[in-house]
């Protein structure tokens, strides 16, 4: 019997935010990877697995991607990203900043964080980079509500349960070359897997 069901979303399109040191490599497309790994593990775990993003070209609305969770009933919802420096940092600053963070989603405010914090925690261990903590971000003059589309949208459908993992900066040298590799995406794949199999 399925251990429930988690909806991956691999964050953009297939050529999404193009890795700024690394020629060819899109934070759209290493999301992708990483998602497909990470439903293997946790396959092999007893859950159900739904990607938000089946073909690598496809680019759902924000709205698509959180329905999807919501619709199915989802105990988790994971979606997966990258992160670049804000435009107002510096050009000295711009590759050297890197590290691993969480959103989670303000719908289930403390089981929520203590998920995020051992994602964050697994993330920054296997990824061996800086720990940016975990947070919550909400709209503008409206308290409670998520900021991101991808949370805000999972919890109208009613997904509660719901982050984004920024896995380090793709504008920073060693953040970029552990996500263009295949094997350190397996072992990062891995690692989740183990925290999700831990805390749901
Ligand atoms: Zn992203």
Known sequence: MSRG????????????NPYPLLENTYEGTQNFLLAGKLKACLEAKGFTVLLTRNRIEDDPSLEERGKLAGD????????IHSNAPGSATSKEAYH?????????????VERNAEIARAL????VTTMN??????????YPDQPGI????????????GCPTAFIIEHGF?????????????????????AEAEVID???
Request: hydrophobic share 40%.
């Open 5 to 16: 069901i988690i909806v991956l979303d691999a964050g953009h399109g297939q050529f999404g």
């Open 72 to 79: 199915n009933h989802a105990v988790l919802f994971l979606s």
């Open 146 to 157: 998520n900021y991101y589309g991808v949370l805000r949208h999972s919890a109208a459908y």
């Open 120 to 123: 964050n925690a697994a993330v």
């Open 170 to 190: 793709h504008t920073n040298p060693e953040d970029a070359a552990f996500l263009a590799s295949d094997e350190c995406l397996q072992r990062l794949a891995e």
């Open 129 to 138: 980079t800086t720990d940016r903590g975990i947070k919550t971000r909400t």
């Open 198 to 200: 831990r805390v749901l």
């Open 96 to 108: 050297a900043v890197r590290g691993s963070e969480v959103y989670y989603s303000l719908a289930d």
